[in-house]
């Protein structure tokens, strides 16, 4: 059984020579993802990725259908699942220190999952 979720949930964005839908969208723009999306509970694990694979953003995930697959998941990610086609709208865009203080800057984009 996978139960749902209705904790925030993150993702942390690798690098990518694409711009990502929420990066070029404004608060109040809604817009649908085509594919599965993976996220986790903790920060620590979203933000460690996203500083490995180069990244500079971060999406932090009200969810309505979100579920955990932790059972078959790496047990320390507290992995979140969404569906293909699930629709979000952006709440906020924000930046906040990497991890320290004076660390560079990363974009924080808060959306929630309307469907």
């Known amino acids: 059984?996978?139960?749902?979720?209705?904790?925030?949930?993150?993702i942390g964005r690798q690098k990518s020579n694409r711009l990502l839908p929420e990066q070029g969208m404004e608060v109040g723009d809604s817009y649908t993802y085509d594919n599965f999306?993976?996220?986790?509970?903790e920060t620590d694990i979203t933000d460690d990725f996203m500083s490995r694979k180069g990244g500079n953003v971060v999406l932090v995930i009200e969810p309505k259908s979100?579920?955990?697959?932790?059972?078959?998941?790496?047990?320390?990610?507290?992995?979140?699942?969404?569906?293909s086609k699930t629709r979000f709208e952006i709440i906020s865009k924000s930046y906040r220190p990497?991890?320290?203080?004076?660390?560079?800057?990363?974009r924080e984009i808060h959306i929630k999952e309307l469907n």
């Open 66 to 83: 979100g579920k955990s697959i932790g059972e078959i998941s790496s047990a320390f990610e507290s992995e979140i699942l969404f569906k």
């Open 1 to 10: 059984m996978n139960p749902q979720v209705n904790k925030l949930a993150i």
């Open 98 to 106: 990497r991890f320290m203080p004076d660390d560079p800057l990363i």
């Open 37 to 41: 999306i993976s996220s986790s509970l």
